[in-house]
């Protein structure tokens, strides 16, 4: 049974940076594609970063490219995210994605974790 935990998120103020981890079990993923997605309230999920699970290549949307490095430690099964000079726009709910087939025009994979919340104050 394939898991994806999520854990790092919480409060932070505005210029601030904050890492999101998400572990991985249950499952072989060392052809895919891995990510993290957001979702706001009334709004819909979006892509935020996407790496392969070698470690390279790596996307990013524009909104966040220069402040945010997605990163995988394939021997600990674990996807990072390291959000720095965080701003009020990027409090949503972060999800850890696994064989992530769509990110750009939608968002789609095989396997979705539970979300950790992010709140950035002002």
């Known amino acids: 049974q394939v898991q994806l935990v999520e854990s790092g998120g919480g409060l932070v103020q505005a210029g601030g940076s904050l890492r999101l981890s998400c572990a991985v079990s249950?499952?072989?993923?060392?052809?895919?594609?891995m990510g993290w997605f957001r979702q706001a309230p009334g709004k819909e999920r979006e892509f935020v970063a996407v790496?392969?699970?070698?470690?390279?290549?790596?996307w990013y949307t524009d909104s966040v490219r220069g402040r945010f490095t997605i990163s995988m430690d394939g021997a600990k099964n674990t996807v990072s995210l390291d959000m720095n000079r965080v701003k009020p726009e990027d409090t949503a709910t972060y999800y850890c994605?696994?064989?992530?087939?769509?990110?750009?025009?939608?968002?789609?994979?095989?396997?979705w974790g539970q979300g950790t919340q992010v709140t950035v104050s002002t």
């Open positions: 994605a696994a064989k992530v087939t769509h990110w750009r025009t939608k968002s789609g994979a095989g396997y």
């Open positions: 249950g499952g072989t993923f060392s052809t895919n594609l």
């Open positions: 790496i392969h699970w070698s470690g390279q290549p790596t």
